[in-house]
Every structure is written in structure tokens, then in C-alpha cells.
DNA sequence: AATCATTGTTTGTGATCACAAAAGTTGAAA
DNA sequence: TTTCAACTTTTGTGATCACAAACAATGATT
């Protein structure tokens, strides 16, 4: 029997096409990245690949690489788990994400052409359809493609993947506001920014989507991490 | 035999207190970081733990490492190389250290106290030694120490290890320039920078520690790698 | 009752092996 | 000479095992 709280973690079909190691990876990206395992918890090799009915092995490696993302933490002891949050933390990870996101804006401006622009809006839409519903798994998504659809317009980008490990790292803590106001403040930042990509504006893009990043974080998660994300503040 | 171009590692000691894996961590990152191995030269894991007199697994667990933090690229095929840079990509890297680092100096600034500075000095003076001897390895070595100390004067740091990623991908591409009138400035860059933290202004400080990345990063590399820089730009 | 040494268990690390995919080589046909 | 198929070798992936360090539990001593 387990001594710890249990983990669950969501799994997803295996695809043959790729290695295991490629999935047990993602399979524990999404866990974090959804908050489903909480922060502090021991995470041990052998438990996960009990879980995820793997060997070890591939949970080894799968669990390095997200450390080496900043996803997890390998402590002095050698063991791995999410790290815990502070206040503090969290506005730091916010600012390094205004600072390099609008930065990447900025520099993939200049590349959009026609087709990627009919794609923003295609998302941007789709983003709108989503908020009337109020699936927020869903605009959380589609808002991160958005993101990396308007980043990887520079063809070469070399902030994305400093960008996604920011993302990692705020996942757990980070949903998007659920109420009306922050909605229609959602809104209006995404057409500033198609605004600002139309009239090729850089330094409009910034300012819509630094707003757009501002207002979009906002801490809603469980009691769990809410206690998880105070506890050490005084550290 | 070995039919490709052979691999020139420097090996440093090995300290019994650290793993076998954060060893081999540690002298192929450095390998990486001062352009040891050849951009798009195919890396084995048996190849290299022949080399390093160690078995396949701490090889592996290393390389996977380093593809996560961007200083190496795994290829569809599964195969392991240090990237091929492009000019325009050079460019890229540049100025996210410059978007990213002069960010995180502002954060530091309030952090700064009596201590830091003395610290800051220490590496200042240290800096302008090495330069009057001519010691360029020495000068990279203490200059990543100086923004390194300043950055992680902030408790809260989220972004050093995103702007460690991004020396390690210039590493190999990067010199500090050696002819008289660069070194000239660079002094004057840093005597800014100093000037401005004790004068707590973060508006100079970002210039400053701007300045300090875009002339202290020249190409100076060798003929392979000028050649490797430029040989895929039109891809 | 509290502290510390001791014992038993769990866990990460590192080595070795089997296997399938990829790369490299050879040789024949055009 | 060039092209493509068959064969051989190399290489990454994943599984299993041995071992030492870390952890948890137990018991003795003050």
C-alpha cells in the first residue's frame, strides 16, 4: 500500500509511431502542466512506472528532461518533485513572461504574412466561441496556440522553448479568469493585438500582449495548491 | 578506426562527491560551451563513453539533458549533434540575451545590497585584470560570473537558467573580442553598469548591461565554424 | 520521555543485455 | 558510371540486475 497520497495521473493513448519514452514524457508534462500532481509530492521512478506500466527506464529519462525544463525539481536528496510556489515566484515567472513573449512578438512581427494572419484570426475566433461557452480547458489551449502560432511566424525563433518552459512552470498555478469582466477584457486584448499585427504596429503588439498576459493570469486553482503556493512564502 | 573526424574532448577530474552522470553533465557541456565538438558532427552515446572511460548510461542521461536546455539537437533520426547556426540565427540569440538579461538586472537592482556590490566590484576589477593580461578565456569565464551575480541577486530569480541556455548556444559561436578598441569599451560598459546599480537606476542599468552583450559578443571563432555558420543560411 | 545508534527497506545510479531501426556497404543490373 | 536491392554493421531504445546511498522503523541508553 501506498504510504504518500496517491497520484493520478491522466493517461493517454499510446501511439505506436512514437518511443516510449517520448510518450511517458508527455503523459507527465500534461500531469504537470494540469496541476495533477501536487507540489512537494516525492515523485519516485519505480511508483511512475507502475502507474504508467513502463520500465523504469524510460521514466528515468522522461523525468531528467522535464527537470531540465524547470518542470521539476531534483533535489539535493535526489528526489524529483514539482516545485512548490511562493507569491513571489509567481509574479517573477508572470514578468519573464511579459518581458520575453512581447520580445518574440516584437521580432516575429515582421514575418507574418497573409497566411499566418488568416490563421491568428482563425484562432482568435475560435477563442471568442470558446469564452460563450466557457470551456476553460479550451481557451486555456487554444490561447497557447495563439501564443506560439504568433511566435513561430519568425522563422528564426529561438525564444519558444524558454517561453514553453515559463509555461510549465505556471501551469499548475495559472487558469484564466472565469468571470465576465476579465472575459471582455480577454477580448479586447486579443483584437489589440490583430489590431497591432494589421497595422504592423510592433510596439503596439507589445503593449496587447503584455495586457493580454497580465490579465489572462489569474490564480484560481485548488485549495491544495493555493495552500502549496503560501505556505513558503516566508523562505 | 573511426571514419569520421575524431572528437577532442577535455576531461577535467573527476570529483568522487558528484555522480558519474553529472560528470559526464558537466565536460560535455563545457566540450559544447567552448566549441569542442563540431556543429552537425554525429554524436554516439558508445562513441563518447568509449571516450570518456564510462558506460553508455551516464552518456545517455547527459545528452538528453542538454537537448532539453537547447545545447544540443535530436534529430528525427534519433541522432544527437551540437545545431548548425545560421547568421540570421546568430542575430536571434543576441538580441533574446539582450531582451532577457537586461529584464532580469532590473528585477536584481533592488535586490543589491552592500554585499553584492562588493562582490560586483571584485569580479569588476578581477575582469579589468584579466584584460590588461590578455586572457580571453578568462575574461569570458569571469564576465559570465559578473552578470551571473548580478542576476542571482534577486532571491526570486526565475530566468537564469533561460539565459544559461542561451550562452550555451552562442558558446560555441561566441569570443569576446580582442582588438584594443573593444576591450576600450567594454571596460566603459561595465564602469556604466556599476555606476548605474549604485545610483539604483535601472533605465541606465538595462542600457548598460545591453550595451555590454551587443559589443562584447563578436565572432571570432574558427575557420570550421565560420564556415559551418554560414554554410546553411540559405536553408 | 527523549535522543541516538542500529537495522531493514526503499530508491537512484550505473552496468549489461536483447532487439529493432537506421546507417553503411557490397554487388548486380542497366 | 550510375542506381537500386540485399546484406552487414552500428546505434538508440528499453528491460533487468547489482549495489550503495538515503530513508523509515526499531530498540537501547541516558
Redesign the interface.
Known amino acids: 500500500m501506498d504510504k504518500k497520497s496517491p497520484i493520478k495521473i491522466t493517461l493517454t493513448e499510446r501511439n505506436d509511431a512514437v518511443t516510449i519514452t517520448q510518450w511517458v514524457y508527455q503523459t507527465l508534462r500534461n500531469a504537470v502542466m494540469y496541476g495533477e500532481i501536487l507540489p512537494g509530492r516525492a515523485l519516485t521512478i519505480r511508483e511512475l512506472a507502475g502507474i504508467m506500466d513502463v520500465s523504469p527506464m524510460p521514466v528515468?529519462?522522461a523525468l531528467?528532461?522535464l527537470?531540465?525544463?524547470?518542470a521539476l525539481e531534483i533535489q539535493g536528496n535526489r528526489r524529483v518533485m514539482v516545485p512548490k510556489m511562493?507569491a513571489?515566484?509567481f509574479?517573477?515567472?508572470c514578468?519573464?513572461r511579459i518581458?520575453?513573449e512581447s520580445?518574440a512578438a516584437a521580432?516575429a512581427l515582421p514575418y507574418i504574412d497573409g497566411e499566418r494572419l488568416e490563421q491568428l484570426r482563425s484562432l482568435d475566433s475560435l477563442i471568442d466561441q470558446a469564452q460563450e461557452i466557457g470551456n476553460l480547458e479550451q481557451i486555456s489551449l487554444l490561447n497557447q496556440n495563439f501564443h506560439r502560432a504568433l511566435y513561430t511566424a519568425?522563422?528564426?525563433?529561438?525564444?519558444l522553448?524558454?517561453i514553453e518552459?515559463?509555461w510549465l512552470?505556471l501551469g499548475p498555478f495559472m487558469r484564466l479568469a472565469n468571470n465576465e469582466l476579465d472575459e471582455h477584457y480577454l477580448v479586447d486584448r486579443h483584437n489589440e493585438a490583430m489590431a497591432a499585427i494589421e497595422k504592423k504596429d510592433a510596439y503596439a503588439l507589445q503593449i496587447a500582449i503584455s495586457a493580454d498576459i497580465r490579465e489572462g493570469i489569474a490564480f484560481a486553482g485548488t485549495p491544495e495548491m493555493l495552500h502549496a503556493l503560501i505556505e513558503n512564502s516566508g523562505h
Not at 527537470?67 to 524547470?70: F, G, L, Q, V
Open positions: 528515468r529519462e531528467r528532461q527537470a531540465a525544463e524547470n511562493t513571489m515566484k509574479n517573477e515567472l514578468e519573464a518581458a520575453i520580445h521580432r519568425n522563422p528564426h525563433q529561438v525564444t522553448p524558454l518552459s515559463l512552470q
